[in-house]
Nanobody, 122 residues
Framework: QVQLVESGGGLVQPGGSLRLSCAAS????????MGWYRRAPGEQRELVAA???????NYADSVKGRFTISRDNAKNTVYLQMNSLKPEDTAVYYC????????????????WGQGTQVTVSS
């Protein structure tokens, strides 16, 4: 079993910055792609940013130039640096990881964190 634990959410004023972290733990053999999604009130969950194990990234158009995703493979951790935050960035942010896990028997599946609230308001 694998757990994803997020941290770093909170309340910030428009134009401010936050950094989200998500650490994976458990019987991890390898972590493939990792990403951040968000769900605003009354909206569907959407992809914010993703990063492959090799470091290739992609972003939602709405966050390009403002958000940066990165990962530390040695720590099984993915980060989301969010700058120039806008009220429309307010949402619950979820970490996602595509993980191969196990010991004698390996399986691969997606895992999700519990979510962290980001609120951008003056």
């Amino acid at each position: 079993q694998v757990q994803l634990v997020e941290s770093g959410g909170g309340l910030v004023q428009p134009g401010g910055s936050l950094r989200l972290s998500c650490a994976a733990s458990g019987r991890i053999f390898s972590i493939h792609a990792m990403g951040w999604y968000r769900r605003a009130p009354g909206e569907q969950r959407e992809l914010v940013a993703a990063i492959t194990s090799g470091g290739s990234t992609n972003y939602a158009d709405s966050v390009k130039g403002r958000f940066t995703i990165s990962r530390d493979n040695a720590k099984n951790t993915v980060y989301l640096q969010m700058n120039s935050l806008k009220p429309e960035d307010t949402a619950v942010y979820y970490c996602n990881a595509d993980v191969t896990s196990g010991s004698y028997y390996y399986s691969r599946r997606d895992y999700w964190g519990q979510g962290t609230q980001v609120t951008v308001s003056s």
